[in-house]
């Protein structure tokens, strides 16, 4: 049996092709009872448009490519997720592409969405620094996520690292913590300077420093945080909070407490940063964290494009705001 096309709807309802095809489109120069006609000959035959085929009659193919360099989907899955989410109530598809930070491999999967006409484009990173403009040339718009272009004149939207940071100290000191400890990833990732930066300025608020005076920078993992949370607790200085730059180092952090015979969170409270579910609630005891809420980021993102698709780009940097998710590993909030 044949499938059932427009021109079968446009002849039941004794109306031409064009005249069938506006009216199931909603266009308002048909006037109401032969849009009345047109659907109900549409019913009654169980038509259903074919939505890359009125895509195309308007310009445009319903798909937009999600490219990434973030291998292991850490990043770029939720805020695939988000965008998709949001895609979703439009009807439009997301192709994904994972360039695993290569340049060459990144131009090639540029080349392979842009031949498939995706209508736009959005740029995911696998670490939150400024990454260069795939340029101003482009035949569709793009939006930048989590890592931001170099270029002002694009759309970037990144995480609050700076908040974040403040976020985790407001916490911390709601719970009563005063001598608070900040070990966290390498130095060179913008997101350590910005998480380091956010509480720094939120404990001078309070006339408040970090133990020990500084910031101990190393490495995004737990043995990192297992080792500088020995160095830490060898120096002496009482310490009743540590503030771990991200989930990986916060559970090492946790495993040398508990060498160390202290109770968490009564002796040393200790909170996070990512909200990575996989190591925040199988953590003993569950992992506090400050969560960057990246599907909302992709939501973020998709809204933009939509926008930018429909001829209302927008540049320039939009930051996106964290949240604390709290567990057992700080002291309730009173």
């Given at each position: ?33 032969t ?25 445009r193919t ?10 292991e ?27 695993r ?18 209508d736009g484009?959005?740029v ?33 939207l ?46 001078a ?27 830490l ?8 909070a ?26 040393v ?26 599907e ?39």
């Amino acid at each position: 049996m044949r499938a059932v096309t427009l021109r079968d709807v446009a002849r039941l309802a004794e109306v031409s092709t064009a005249t069938a095809s506006k009216a199931l489109n909603g266009r308002p120069d048909v006037n109401a009872a032969t849009r009345a006609r047109v659907l109900a000959a549409a019913s009654r035959l169980s038509f259903s448009p074919n939505a890359v085929a009125r895509s195309l009659s308007a310009g445009r193919t319903g798909t937009v490519g999600l490219l990434t360099s973030d291998l292991e989907g850490r990043f770029s899955l939720p805020i695939l997720m988000g965008a998709e989410d949001a895609f979703g109530a439009e009807q439009t598809s997301v192709f994904l592409c994972d360039a695993r930070g290569d340049a060459i491999r990144e131009q090639h999967h540029l080349r392979a969405l842009l031949s498939r006409q995706v209508d736009g484009l959005i740029v995911v990173g696998a670490r939150p620094d400024s990454r260069p403009s795939l340029g101003a040339r482009l035949s569709v718009p793009v939006v930048y996520a989590y890592s931001p272009s170099e270029n002002p004149a694009d759309l970037s939207l990144v995480c609050d690292n700076v908040g974040g940071g403040r976020l985790a100290v407001d916490h911390l000191r709601t719970a009563g913590c005063t001598r608070i400890a900040h070990i966290t990833g390498e130095p060179d990732y913008s997101a350590a300077q910005d998480r380091a930066r956010g509480a720094q300025e939120r404990l001078a608020e309070e006339s408040l420093g970090l133990v020990t005076g500084r910031v101990w920078f190393g490495a995004w993992t737990e043995g990192w945080g297992r080792g500088a949370t020995r160095r830490l607790l060898q120096e002496g200085e009482p310490v009743d909070a540590i503030f771990a730059g991200s989930d990986q180092i916060a559970r090492g952090v946790l495993d040398a407490l508990q060498e160390a015979q202290l109770r968490v969170p009564e002796d040393v409270a200790v909170i996070g940063f990512d909200n990575w579910e996989a190591i925040a609630r199988e953590s003993r005891p569950a992992l506090t964290t400050v969560d960057m809420r990246l599907e909302s980021l992709g939501r973020r993102a998709a809204q933009a494009l939509a926008a930018a698709i429909d001829g209302r780009p927008e540049s320039g940097v939009v930051v996106n705001g964290c949240r604390v998710v709290q567990r057992g590993s700080t002291a309730p909030v009173a």
